[in-house]
Nanobody
Framework: QVQLVESGGGLVQPGGSLRLSCAASGSILSISPMAWYRQAAGKERVLVARFTSSGNTVYADSVKGRFTISRDNAKSTVYLQMNSLKPEDTAVYYC?????????WGQGTQVTVSS
């Protein structure tokens, strides 16, 4: 059974940085490209960054040049490095497969960007 646990969120000032982690149990990292999503209050969950099946990375236009997705297969962990954070990045961040599997949504980690 796959379990995804997100961590690393918090309160940060505009322009600051955070690194989110997604620890995966089970074999999902070896069978599916992974992705990060976010859901702001009152809005739908949207894709932020993902791996393709060939290992390339794809980013939402709103985070290009600021966010970086990476992974450590040995640790079964996917990361999201977030730099130059803006108030509009405030959201709950989730990881899941690049084609999300409903049963795998975790609790997410809250990121708040505010002065």
């Amino acid at each position: 059974q796959v379990q995804l646990v997100e961590s690393g969120g918090g309160l940060v000032q505009p322009g600051g940085s955070l690194r989110l982690s997604c620890a995966a149990s089970g074999s999902i990292l070896s069978i599916s490209p992974m992705a990060w999503y976010r859901q702001a209050a009152g809005k739908e969950r949207v894709l932020v960054a993902r791996f393709t099946s060939s290992g390339n990375t794809v980013y939402a236009d709103s985070v290009k040049g600021r966010f970086t997705i990476s992974r450590d297969n040995a640790k079964s962990t996917v990361y999201l490095q977030m730099n130059s954070l803006k108030p509009e990045d405030t959201a709950v961040y989730y990881c899941n497969a690049a084609v999300p599997i409903p049963a795998y949504w975790g609790q997410g980690t809250q990121v708040t960007v505010s002065s």
